[in-house]
């Protein structure tokens, strides 16, 4: 382990330690909606999507059958056994505010299972992969649906990326580059494995994985805060009240999705079988890019290409330092591999008749850290550009002075 992460683990580990005390669960229910907003802005960006747009928009449904009355009548009881049956390393408790949690998710999934299943099929072999390398519950994996829906393009409103939703700094302290044209915390494998390794250092914080589970919402640093305002009580539901209020809903969202995930079926939730809209593959690609070539040699859509390599952040792969991988339909695999030397041979006669500055994040452009300009393109919109830049909707038009949400090609916008 890296000499600047064992300091911090030693730091924050050393700021408290406190015995523990049994736990008394808090009976005061928390608007589930508070934590579960950004899920819902996540998967509203995931439908935008190239190839869900072109695709998998047209096989969704409503997964209908659930009824709120029929779920409201449920005993508590019912609902408690059958989390006790996960056998979880994860402690699944159960009170009204997991209850209500359970009550939202399933509610929303009356409308997203399908893709979320189709997503989870995707993804979930990869997270488990790097769950299980650092001895992390697998069951850790459905934290990606509380925190991006499955989204690799999703971007919170305070700038998280990525499926695991790294913020800048973390992800910095876990090795994920992100600068002016690469943003490692879009990147499936690298942020998966960084997301693993986070948390097991934070487990190793506090040797109680719900607590880990909320510092990797909130900071190590206000979970001990939190600890310390409770008297020293070191478990999840005894310093619930003294914790953020968005983390007092990240456990309980957590609780929730994995009950869903298990027993939507109990609660007659029948999603349809939704078949992934491409099949992926991945080359190391050893030589600096731009992936236009990339499209052109291929016979892809630059869009589709976007959509599959969201970590690249201005179309250019800086490989010429270190290899990076380029995710490509399956189908498209063997003709890049077959037309690279000339994909090669463009890319740097395009690159040294104008080349391409890298930068650490939010700098660029103008002098004073103002920021640099986009311009829009044919299927762009505010949500597409924000997540490609890591910046909030909000931000993008605060900063260019927009009222809506139309943008018109070959506008240029202030990122």
Not at 37 to 43: D, E
Request: aromatic fraction near 10%.
């Amino acid at each position: 382990m890296k000499i600047k992460i064992i300091g911090v683990l030693a730091l924050l580990s050393a700021m408290l330690y406190v015995p523990r005390m049994e736990a008394q669960v808090p009976v005061v229910q928390e608007d589930a909606e508070l934590m579960t907003g950004r899920y819902s802005a996540a998967y509203d960006s995931l439908l935008n999507t190239f190839y869900m747009r072109r695709y998998a928009h047209h096989g969704l449904h409503s997964a209908t059958g659930f009824s709120v009355e029929e779920f409201d009548a449920l005993p508590d009881s019912v609902l408690e056994a059958r989390l006790r049956a996960l056998h979880t390393v994860v402690p699944m408790a159960m009170n009204s505010e997991v209850r209500s949690h359970i009550r939202f998710y399933l509610r929303v999934m009356s409308k997203r299972l399908d893709l979320t299943l189709m997503q989870q099929e995707r993804y979930f072999p990869l997270f488990e992969e790097a769950l299980d390398r650092y001895g992390v519950p697998d069951e850790v994996k459905y934290l990606t649906i509380v925190e991006s829906a499955l989204n690799p393009e999703a971007t919170s409103r305070v700038g998280a990326a990525g499926l695991w939703q790294f913020m800048y700094k973390t992800g910095k302290l876990y090795d994920l580059e992100v600068n002016s044209v690469l943003d490692e915390r879009r990147d499936p494998v690298k942020s998966s494995f960084a997301a693993a390794h986070h948390l097991a250092d934070l487990h190793r914080i506090f040797d109680d994985w719900t607590l880990a589970i909320a510092a990797y919402n909130c900071g190590a640093g206000n979970v001990n805060k939190a600890i310390a305002r409770s008297g020293g009580r070191r478990s999840f539901w005894e310093i619930y009240y003294n914790l953020p209020r968005e983390t007092r809903g990240y456990v309980p969202s957590l609780i929730a999705v994995i009950y869903v995930m298990h027993y939507y079926g109990d609660h007659g939730l029948r999603p349809a079988k939704l078949e992934a809209p491409v099949r992926t593959d991945t080359v190391m690609v050893h030589r600096d890019v731009l992936m236009t070539y990339v499209a052109q040699a291929t016979g892809m859509e630059m869009e589709a290409l976007r959509t599959l390599n969201p970590q690249y952040r201005r179309d250019f792969i800086p490989a010429s330092s270190a290899p990076y991988a380029l995710t490509l339909p399956m189908g498209k695999v063997e003709r890049f591999i077959q037309r690279q030397d000339s994909i090669y041979a463009w890319s740097a006669d395009s690159l040294q008749r104008q080349p391409l500055k890298v930068e650490p994040a939010g700098k660029g452009g103008k002098s004073g850290g103002s920021g640099h300009y986009y311009t829009v393109k044919k299927g762009d919109t505010l949500s597409k550009i924000a997540s490609k830049h890591g910046v909030s909707v909000a931000t993008l038009k605060k900063r260019n002075g927009l009222k809506g949400d139309n943008i018109r090609v070959g506008q240029k916008l202030k990122i």
